[in-house]
Each structure stands twice: as structure tokens, then as C-alpha cells.
């Protein structure tokens, strides 16, 4: 395994790969295979959710030259897979195992059901497939799903291109239980049914795919922009984030009551015996906009008012990666930094409990807890800061 920016990527060679796929379908449990690019990391950086889903994947496989280059600079090797030939690889395991196919397709996309069944039958003819569109903006009925169930697949792909095909798969997976091989490729379908020509094997080896498709499709020139120029930006300069602490902000939220204060503490979904505030990079914003931003996407409410900001309240050191639980990485900033800065920002909240609900990727619970037992009641780890952050509260409820 090789962690790239924060997401963890398989170090298997491609004969390697497929024995593990041939394994993940005689386990009897469901399985799902991502291959994340430049790009998607980098997209996994803004979408919490994406991070998590892609780190708890059975199996991850670098997708794009740009890993290699990766790895390279990490002292690492990164074979790398595309989507497109592992989707050839698995409709082949299929064929030879007269295992049944279904493919989830986008509905707009360049290539329709019709002309995805055809071009997988053409290659494999006794091949069963199903091939359904589908939005990938709306939600799938019943009875979407069980013309999937009905047709009982053992490997299901799904085009909707990234982020939307990982979670459709992550979350949705478990109702299809037929399904042991679950995997998002993207636009892989369109090289079968000739939609977008695949380039030539030497621009392949090369690493210039990315090349030969900007010439098929000049539109997408922000996206290899993105997957060129600004990931190997990002990749050097995470090569000096060590000397560095990275920008954090502690959420103090708090709510009044008969008793008096109560302070709201959440429990970490990688360890459920470390519970804390609620906490996350500023990300270049002002410590305000950084603190009402994570209180929102951690809890999913808005309902709290900014009472006070504090700028460099606390900072720490992360521990070495070696003492590190397996659990607890991947957080990409464990890699990144050698530990946090934070700034505090207190607020108050205003709405009812069954406002908040926390996010499965960040916490798995949350609850308040008297001010005065604020301290005792965080992870060991946590309890500096706390008394920090206690007497920083308390400073302006006086």
C-alpha cells in the first residue's frame, strides 16, 4: 500500500490484481474497487466523503501517470491500472466464469444501454448482461433497483464518473446483494462502443493518454489542467509540508441551560474511544468562515450564532505515523504536516438536538456534556487543549 495525498493506493502488480479480484468473488462477501486519478484525489481534498469512501475500499488502483510520478517521488512503485482495462479484465473474468454483468450507466453520457449491451456482447457472446441509464442526479426507485436484483449480477460497473459512481456504490451496494464485485469506471464503456478511440498503446506506455484524449476532447482541458499542472503542484509542495504546522480550527459550540453551560463533544468514527470538538483545516479562510463551515458540514446545521474568535489558541505535534492505529490513518494531514496550529471558534447554538446529525465519515456520535466536565470528558490527548479553550470561553461569559 502507498499513501498518495492522503489516499492509499495498492502497490499489486496487474497478474496480482486480478488474483485478488478472483479471491474478492469466491469469499462470499461484497466488494468494492475504486480507481482514483490526479484529479479525484484532488477532488477528494474538498469532498470529506469521497476521502473516506475512497480510503475504505477493498482495493484502490492508481488510475493516471501522474501516480507513478507519485510514487516515484515517494520512493515508492505504483503500478497503475486504468479503469479502462481493468473494466476489459473483469468483462473477460466474467466470461470465462460464466459470472452475469450488469452496468449502471449514466443517462447522459456519450454511450446508451442499448449500445453498451452490443458492444460487450459482440466481445464476449454468451456473456449475460444488463445494462440499465440511469441520472446520476436522482435518486433510484425500487424498481430500478430490483431490475437489478431480478437479473442477480455478480459484477456491477457504474459510469457516473466520479464522485457520484463511488457513492452511489458505497451506499447502495448492500441492497444489491447478488453483487459481488461493485466498481465505478467512467467513460470506460465509451471505448467499447466506439464512442471516443482509444489512443495508440505507445501514447498508452508513454503515459500521454491524457494527451491523446485532450485532442478527442478539447473540452477537457481543465480537467488535465487539473490532473497535470495543478497536481503536481500540490504533489511538491506536500514535500515541504512537513516542516509546517497546518491551519486548524477548534469549534467550541456551546448552549445554555438550567444548569448552565453545555459544550458539544463528537465521537471520532476511526476511534471510538476518542471524543472531542468538532475541528478542521481553515483551508485559507478566516478562523469565523472556517469554524461555521465545519460546524456545518460536521453536524449538518446552521443553527448557531459566532460569538468569538482566537486566533492561535493551541497547536501540537502529530505523532510519528508509526504509532499511528491503522484506523486512524488515512487523515491526509497526518501525512502532510507535522501537526496542527489552531485558532478557537466559539458558538452558540440555537436549534433543537434533533437538528444536528453528524456525518458517518468524520463521527459515529455526539452529545453534550456539563463545561465544568468539558475537560475530563475528551480524549487524553485532547485535554491541553481543552483547558485552553475552557479558560478562553470563560473570558468572555464573564
Not at 87 to 104: I, R, S
Request: with cysteine; hydrophobic share 40%; aromatic share 10%.
Amino acid at each position: 500500500m502507498v499513501n498518495i495525498l492522503g489516499i492509499n493506493l495498492s502497490a499489486l502488480s496487474h497478474r496480482d490484481t486480478l488474483s485478488k479480484i478472483e479471491d474478492f468473488l469466491n469469499d462470499g462477501r461484497q466488494h468494492y474497487l475504486v480507481t482514483p486519478n490526479p484529479e479525484i484525489i484532488l477532488a477528494s481534498h474538498h469532498d470529506e466523503e469521497l476521502f473516506y469512501i475512497l480510503n475504505h475500499a477493498d482495493l484502490s488502483l492508481a488510475d493516471g501517470v501522474g501516480l507513478k510520478v507519485a510514487g516515484i517521488m515517494s520512493g515508492s512503485k505504483i503500478p497503475r491500472l486504468t479503469g479502462a482495462d481493468l473494466t476489459l479484465d473483469l468483462l473477460k473474468l466474467a466470461a470465462k466464469n460464466n459470472l452475469k454483468v450488469a452496468v449502471v450507466n449514466r443517462e447522459s453520457g456519450l454511450s446508451q444501454q442499448t449500445a453498451i449491451k452490443e458492444a460487450v456482447q459482440k466481445r464476449h457472446p454468451n456473456l449475460a448482461v444488463l445494462a440499465l441509464d440511469h441520472h446520476r442526479h436522482e435518486a433510484m426507485s425500487e424498481e430500478f433497483m430490483k431490475k437489478i436484483n431480478d437479473f442477480q449480477p455478480d459484477i456491477l460497473f457504474n459510469t457516473f464518473g466520479s464522485p457520484y459512481q463511488e457513492k452511489f456504490i458505497y451506499h447502495r451496494l448492500k441492497e444489491l446483494p447478488s453483487v459481488k464485485i461493485a466498481i465505478g469506471v467512467g467513460g470506460a464503456f465509451d471505448f467499447l462502443t466506439g464512442k471516443i478511440k482509444r489512443a495508440p498503446k505507445q501514447m498508452r506506455r508513454a503515459g500521454l493518454e491524457w494527451l491523446w484524449r485532450l485532442i478527442q476532447q478539447p473540452k477537457r482541458i481543465k480537467r488535465i489542467y487539473n490532473a497535470t499542472v495543478v497536481f503536481t503542484t500540490v504533489l511538491i509542495r506536500s514535500q515541504f509540508n512537513h516542516l509546517f504546522y497546518r491551519p486548524n480550527v477548534a469549534c467550541f459550540l456551546y448552549k445554555d441551560s438550567t444548569r448552565g453551560p453545555k459544550v458539544l463533544i463528537v465521537q471520532r468514527e476511526d476511534n471510538p474511544q476518542h471524543w472531542q470538538l468538532p475541528q478542521g483545516g481553515t483551508d485559507g479562510e478566516d478562523l469565523e468562515t472556517a469554524g461555521s463551515r465545519e460546524l456545518r458540514e460536521e453536524l449538518n446545521t446552521d443553527k448557531f450564532i459566532g460569538q468569538a474568535v482566537f486566533k492561535n489558541a493551541h497547536s501540537y505535534l502529530f505523532p510519528p505515523v508509526s504509532q499511528q492505529s491503522p484506523t486512524s490513518i488515512p487523515r491526509r494531514y497526518i501525512f502532510d504536516y507535522k501537526g496542527q496550529r489552531q485558532g478557537l471558534f466559539i458558538a452558540k447554538f440555537t436549534g433543537q438536538d434533533e437538528d444536528i446529525k453528524v456525518n458517518f465519515w468524520d463521527h459515529i456520535a455526539w452529545r453534550w456534556v456539563d463545561d465544568d466536565k468539558l475537560v475530563e470528558s475528551v480524549h487524553p490527548v485532547r485535554r491541553e487543549a481543552a483547558r485552553i479553550f475552557m479558560a478562553k470561553f470563560h473570558s468572555i461569559k464573564k
